[in-house]
């Protein structure tokens, strides 16, 4: 007899051996990878509130301003009573004003202002500046996987002890300069801060999450299949739970059938004729703009579980994503020829822990004569194929399958490299081949 998977019950289980390694374990760090939209954010907002409700001070580093007053205000709205610091910059606009209006949230410049508080919030640089100050007893580290190892290394002189959280199919740290010469060093200091931590530690304990909440049940398995074949995970909802529809009919055009089929089955692909173009391909382009353009114009409504009745899909609630900055100023510019504002407008790097009900991403090679390493990294498609709770369309033109034969890895093996897997080529055949069942070909 097979026992029925309860999403909230693992969830709840592994939530429960997470912090009780993390508030009453004796190992020096522990370890959390989470798959897109597990709850990253609820896990370390539960477990600083628990370690200061348990009389142990903390730090949280995380990797952005952004992400820093997100916590800030969840914190806040979690325990309105709670001492909070955030450590800031000297700029002059260092955080989100919101802050201003929270009367438990002291800021300050100077960590001698923080002292004493329950928790300390700041982004991984500006702890890199802090000297001279007692060690925290714990600390939390947010999107570790997105910091870079000489990060963790410029800070983990301010704590004892540490939980780690993020996701291992995202983006990998950005370096602005080469670090080749690094490449297979137990310190390459370019390489993730949970890769390092673990090379030097092994036995620290491992966790993951295994729900996802964001992605739906058409989404959960490929995505799984696809970016995190070692650590899978199910959808926290089931076929069924989601649905997402239209009030105006479809007139028959590509967009319109291709938004029809994501309706329906949660992808689709609006595959344009075979072409080598530019990076910002026009036609491309103005496709991504006449799906978001479409998908407004007809009314799209989403029901989840969420809510008792359905709710209209607005611009504030698709995003459009490609991979290189320019594609994405070009798809600005088209859409506000249609007259839409609003919808948001990215790369992957800057969409990444963001969520929307319906995205439309123009693939990294389509129309590409070549494939590169980045175009290929497992994480840029991951990020862009998982930012939705209904929904995704991919914009792109038809043989990339045969694009990724045709150009097998010229990057150089090194030796002591840790083989990040699945590889590009294997990720993008196997999204490949589940789009290719919801195909919707267009000729501009």
């Not at 610091?85 to 955080?95: C, E, K, N, Q």
């Not at 997105?146 to 983006?171: C, H, I, K």
């Not at 049940?217 to 926290?236: C, E, I, K, M, N």
């Not at 007809?298 to 709710?311: I, L, M, N, Q």
Request: proline fraction near 7%; charge should be negative; glycine fraction near 8%.
């Amino acid at each position: 007899m097979s026992t029925v998977f309860d999403p909230g019950a693992e969830a709840a289980r592994a939530t429960g051996a997470i912090l009780d390694d993390t508030l009453h374990g004796s190992s020096r760090g522990v370890v959390v990878d989470s798959p897109p939209g597990a709850g990253k954010s609820t896990l370390v907002v539960r477990a600083a509130l628990e370690l200061a409700a348990a009389g142990h001070p903390l730090m949280v580093i995380a990797q952005t301003n952004a992400q820093v007053d997100d916590l800030v205000v969840r914190l806040a709205e979690k325990d309105p009573e709670l001492p909070v610091g955030r450590l800031h910059s000297s700029d002059s606009d260092p955080y989100d004003k919101v802050l201003d209006g929270l009367a438990n949230v002291t800021k300050s410049a100077k960590v001698a202002d923080l002292a004493g508080l329950d928790v300390v919030i700041s982004t991984a640089a500006k702890w890199a500046h802090v000297k001279n100050v007692e060690p925290w007893g714990h600390a939390i580290v947010d999107e570790a996987y997105q910091m870079r190892s000489d990060a963790l290394l410029a800070v983990a002189g301010l704590f004892e002890r540490a939980l780690f959280v993020g996701d291992p199919g995202q983006l990998d740290p950005f370096s602005i300069v080469g670090a080749d010469q690094w490449a297979g060093l137990s310190y390459d200091p370019s390489a993730s801060a949970v890769s390092t931590l673990l090379a030097h530690n092994p036995e620290l304990p491992q966790h993951r999450l295994p729900v996802s909440w964001r992605l739906p049940a058409s989404a959960a398995p490929l995505v799984s299949d696809a970016f995190y074949p070692y650590t899978p995970f199910r959808s926290g909802t089931d076929h069924g739970d989601r649905k997402l529809s239209f009030g105006v009919a479809s007139d028959g055009s590509g967009p319109d059938r291709v938004l029809d089929e994501a309706a329906e089955s949660g992808w689709g692909l609006l595959e344009l004729p075979a072409r080598h173009t530019p990076r910002t391909d026009p036609e491309a382009v103005r496709a991504v703009a006449l799906v978001v353009r479409r998908l407004l114009d007809r009314g799209g409504v989403a029901t989840s579980e969420r809510a008792d009745v359905p709710v209209p899909v607005t611009a504030d609630r698709v995003a459009v994503g490609t991979a290189h900055r320019d594609q994405a100023a070009a798809v600005r510019a088209a859409l506000a020829e249609l007259g839409v504002t609003g919808v948001a407008v990215d790369t992957a790097n800057r969409l990444q822990g963001r969520e929307f009900d319906v995205t439309v991403v123009l693939h990294p090679l389509s129309g590409r004569p070549d494939a590169t390493a980045f175009h290929l990294e497992t994480g840029r498609l991951c990020v862009l194929a998982s930012r939705h709770r209904h929904a995704c369309v991919v914009v792109c033109r038809e043989g990339v399958a045969d694009l990724l034969d045709e150009h097998p890895s010229t990057e150089p093996v090194q030796l002591g490299v840790t083989v990040k897997f699945p590889d590009g080529w294997e990720a993008n055949h196997a999204v490949l081949a589940h789009l290719a069942e919801h195909r919707v070909r267009w000729k501009p």
